[in-house]
C-alpha cells in the first residue's frame, strides 16, 4: 500500500485506482470515485477561485448526510483547508458561535441546512463566502445580505481547474468543537499527520479491500466519522450513509445495504437488542464490528457476536484529542467475560507508537492492576485546541520524569497487570458520557443558570448507564424555574445536552466542604418511584 | 390480556407524552395527528423512546418486537402505533 501522507491522500489513491467503483451511498444515490471526485475537486477549485487566503486555513461545511456534505469535506481537504463541520440538527446559536471560533471564510452548504443560513449569517463577524451547489443562481441571498458573497451551480468553477495545495501534514485536517467546562465549545484541532496515522493502522489491521462496504451512522461533528469516510476510501470500499430515521433502528439498513464493516456507539446496539432486531444469525456478511465513544457493556459484545456470527468485535477507545481512538481490545466470548469489570469490555492495548501512562493526582505513575487518570502521548495527540493556548496547556501537558507531551484524559482507568488488560473504570471529573458525547456537566449548569438566572444549578448524568447515563437531569434551588426553561435550554445546547427534566428544591443538600452534594442529589434520583 | 388496537396506543402515547410536558408546548391538534413525529417536539429523546416502549408494554401487558418496523416511521405516531397493535404479543404466550 503507498503510503498517505495527508488525510485524503488515501481518497486521491483510489480515485486513481478504482474510478468505477462505489466510494458514497448517500439519500438514495450512489456516486462512484471519480463522480466523489469530480464533484470534490471542483469545489476545491471554487473554493480556490474565492481567494479567501490560509489564514485561518479552514473551510466550514454546513450540511449533514448529503452528497454535498461528503464532496465538501473532500473539496476543503484538496484545497489544502482543514474542514470544520456543522449540524442543522444543533441549535443556530451554537453553530455560529462555531463559525466566529473557527475564524472560517468560506463555508460550504447543502440544500436541507440552507433553511438556517440567515440566522447563522446574521451572527457573523467578518464577510462569509458561502457556496450552494444546489442552487441555480444565489441573487436572492446578495441582495439580503450585501456583506457576503454567494456561488451557486452557475459560478462553481470546473474541476479539470483544481491545481493541487502544497498541504503540510502538520496543518489541521478538522477542527472539531466539542462540550467545554466554562460554557464556550472548544475547538479540537486534529492534522493530518494525527489522523493518518490512525487510518493506516485500522485499514491495515482489518485488511480493509474495495469489496467492503462501510456504515456511516455518526454525524459529522462527531469524530468517529472520520473513521468511517477515511478508512474507507483509503482502500476504494464504499461508504453507506442511512437516513437520520434509520440511524435509531438500523437493523434493516445493515441487511439491505450489504455491509461487511459495522462502526458505532454501544447504545446503537443497546437500542438494537431492546428493540428484537439483534437476533442470534441477523447480519451473516458483517466481517468487522467496532465499538467507541462510550464504555461497551459485556452483555451488548455477547449479543452482537451472536447476531454477527462471523464479524470480529473490537471495542476502541479514545477521546478527540486522540483522533478518533488510540486503544483496542477483541472481543473473546469465552475469555473476555471475566476480564471484564463492572459489566464493561475493557479498553485493551494502545495502537502503535502511542505511550499510555496511568497516574495519581499528582501525575505520579501508579503501580500494575491500580486505577488512576491516564495520560496518553504519541503521533495521535492533537496539537491542542483552535485559538485556546490557555485550555491546552492544562490538558496537554509534560509530566515529572518525561520528555513528551501527554494528554490528559480525564478518564480513570486501571492499569493492566498479569495477562489482564486495561480497563475503563469512569471519569475522574464532571463530564459524563451520554450516548457517545463527552458532556462537561459544568457546561449544562452554565446554560440553565443563564436561562433560569437561578445561581443554584447542579446537572447530573441520569440514569448511571455502564461508563456513563442515559440522560441529564436538573436540579434548582428556589421556588420554581420558568414554564419554559426546557425550551431555552433547548434552544442553546444540542440534543444529547439538554436536561431531561428540572426539580425544584428549597435548598440544595451541601457536603462537608461546602459543595453541592452531587452523591445526595443522585440519592434522591434513586428514591424517585 | 388482549391487545389493544392502534387508537388506544395512539391515546396512550399522547397522555405520556403531555405528561412529560409541563410547561404545555405541545399544541393539540398537532400532537394528535397520525404523522406526528414522537421525537420531534423535543419532549423524549431517542433514548426517551425505549422509555415510552417500556412504558407500553408494562401498562397494556405485551412484548413488541420491532424486527419489521420500516425505519423511516418508527418514530412517527400513527405507524408506531399501528404497528404495535399488530405486532405485540400478549406476555405469556
Redo the contacts between chains.
Sequence with gaps: MPEIRLLHSGFLNSAGSFPNRPAIAVAGETLTYSELMQKAASLAATVAELNVGHDPPLTAVFAYRSVTAFAGILGSLIHGHGYVPLNRTFPTDRTTTMLRRSGCRTMIVDEPSEIQIDEVLAGTDREIACILPHRADTKDLESRWPRHRFVGADRITSCEQHAPADTSPDSPAYVLFTSGSTGRPKGVVVTHANATHYVEFIAERYQITEQDRFSQVFDMTFDLSVSDLFVAWSRGACVCC??E??V??????IKQAGLTVWFSVP?TAI?MK????L?PGSYPDLRVSLFCGEALPVQVAKAWAEAAPKSIIENLYGPTELTIACTYYRWDAELSPDLSERGVVPIGDPFPDMLPIVVDERLQEVGPGESGELLMAGPQVSPGYWKDTERTAAVFLVPPNRLETFYRTGDLVRKPTDGRPMTYLGRVDNQVQI?GHRVELAEVEAVVREESEIDGVVALGWPPAPGGA??IEVFLEGSGAP?????RV?ARLP??M?P??FRCLARLPLNANGKYDRKALARRLEAEP | MSVPDAATIQSFVVNYLSA?D????LDESRINRQSFDILDA?I???????EL?GAIEEHFGIT????D???????VLGPFSQYIANNGVPRGT
Excluded: Q
Design positions: 442511512p437516513s430515521k434509520a435509531i433502528n438500523p437493523g434493516r439498513f447504545s437500542f431492546r428493540l428484537g432486531t437476533k450516548l442515559g440522560g414554564s419554559n426553561l426546557k425550551e433547548a440534543v444529547y439538554v431531561r427534566s | 412529560r409541563p410547561a404545555g408546548s423535543g423524549i429523546d431517542s433514548m426517551g423512546v425505549l416502549i413488541i418486537d420491532f424486527e418496523m420500516d425505519p423511516e416511521s418508527f418514530t
